[in-house]
């Protein structure tokens, strides 16, 4: 039983259109991945210019998920996790439909990164929401319920793509958007914001994070332990083609396959983390444990010369799974600080790790043209394995903590 404040069919409907939110936000997080081909030749890209001008794009997106995890994060908790529920999926919704309709690359990038500032905002609220409103015991399930359901948006980006175009596929994801607007009328705000809101203290306030050596540091090590996610999705599995092209592969490998079987792989690894921690009380051995699998799975992809297709899928359910700690890692992000700051903190810190996929496009780019695309992977593999881990060591258990506290 949910033990809450709130009557437990209201917790319920409160968690399931949560995830629904993460759903629709996934969907339209990853599709650019999925049909990036597709699109990029209607649009009359060159087939040699077609990895860089993918990267131009994603970080434009990458770009916007930055600004707006920031500004999202303030609206959240100066004027309520609802408003930002409400605002973000509007403007990411309307903003994918624009993107059907583009004709240039450069009208791509920047919808895109109008789709990154909508998309930064979901996420965020719904693990903040479902975390202050649920039992401190039982508050994992509900974030992995949110993850799990969530993650399998990007199945259905890829089935949508295979049946029609790339244009419809980004029609559906923005009225998808449109339609969960209706179902969040239900939804009600968090008791504990509800709290704090009327009261004469500092919410929403980032130099309390970065005013304060202990916190930032605190905060930058929430950022580092899930930057190896974002780094496997958006550059090992989104260029699978390139990679497999260097492995001898008979066929090419499919992008929007790849990336569809890695989110099963990441919703199994999700519910499997959650289990996993609410077993052991530690989110942090939870963490542990599935970098060093990553870890592992990362060096199989890296070393599968002559890899098929049928192996790559597989090896994405793996490599999926092995990152599955996505809704643990937010979770840990969103149990550090206090309520007056829990949004700002919850919304940006997923989005700093994904927008850091800017930089470490940067340093992979670096790494190919000195030595080669394996060589590059395994070089940034290591590297955000190892500062992860060290992240890692640096935070303090929240398993089971109370929530309900401000930060001065």
């Given at each position: ?31 650019f ?72 690359i ?53 089935t ?6 790339w ?5 559906v ?36 994070i ?23 999705v ?23 396959k ?14 499997f ?12 051995l ?123």
């Amino acid at each position: 039983m949910i033990k809450t404040n709130s009557s437990p069919k209201s917790v319920i409907f409160l968690v399931i259109v949560a995830a629904l939110g993460y759903f629709v936000d996934i969907y339209d997080l990853v599709l650019f991945s999925i049909v990036r081909i597709e699109s990029f030749k209607d649009l009359g890209i060159a087939d040699e210019d077609m990895r860089v001008m993918g990267e131009y794009v994603i970080n434009m997106q990458m770009g916007g998920l930055l600004l707006g995890g920031i500004l999202w994060g303030i609206i959240g908790d100066k004027l309520g996790r609802i408003k930002v529920l409400f605002g973000s999926i509007l403007m990411y919704s309307l903003a994918n439909i624009a993107n059907g309709l583009v004709t240039d690359i450069n009208a791509y990038a920047i919808i895109r990164f109008i789709a990154g500032i909508g998309l930064a905002g979901e996420l965020g609220a719904g693990v903040t929401l479902v975390s202050e409103t649920m039992s401190k015991e039982n508050r994992g399930y509900g974030t992995m319920i949110v993850a799990g359901v969530g993650l399998f948006g990007a199945v259905l980006a890829n089935t949508v793509h295979e049946l029609f175009t790339w244009q419809t596929a980004y029609f559906v994801g923005g009225g998808l958007g449109l339609l969960l607007l209706f179902l969040r009328i239900g939804t009600f705000e968090s008791g504990m914001f509800n709290e704090v809101a009327g009261k004469d203290i500092s919410k929403g306030n980032v130099m309390i994070i970065l005013g304060n050596r202990k916190k930032f540091i605190k905060y930058l090590h929430c950022i580092i332990i899930g930057a190896p996610l974002w780094f496997v999705v958006g550059i090992l599995v989104t260029q699978s083609p390139e990679f497999g092209k260097f492995l001898g592969a008979p066929e090419p490998l499919s992008a929007g396959k790849g990336i569809m079987y890695t989110y099963i792989g990441i919703a199994i690894g999700d519910v499997f983390a959650g289990l996993f921690a609410q077993f052991t009380k530690s989110r942090r051995l939870t963490m542990l444990v599935f970098h060093l699998l990553s870890i592992v799975s990362v060096v199989f992809y890296l070393s599968s010369y002559g890899i098929t297709q049928s192996q790559f899928l597989i090896l994405c359910v793996f490599i999926g799974f092995s990152v599955g700690y996505w809704a643990t890692f937010v979770t840990i992000a969103s149990e550090q600080f206090g309520t007056n700051i829990r949004s700002t903190v919850t919304t940006t810190v997923p989005n700093f790790v994904r927008g850091a996929l800017i930089p470490i496009t940067f340093l992979f780019e670096f790494f190919v043209h000195r030595y080669n695309i394996i060589t590059a992977a395994y070089i940034l593999t290591f590297f955000l394995s190892v500062i992860a881990l060290f992240s890692l060591s640096q935070l303090k258990e929240t398993f089971g903590k109370d929530l309900d506290y401000i930060e001065e």
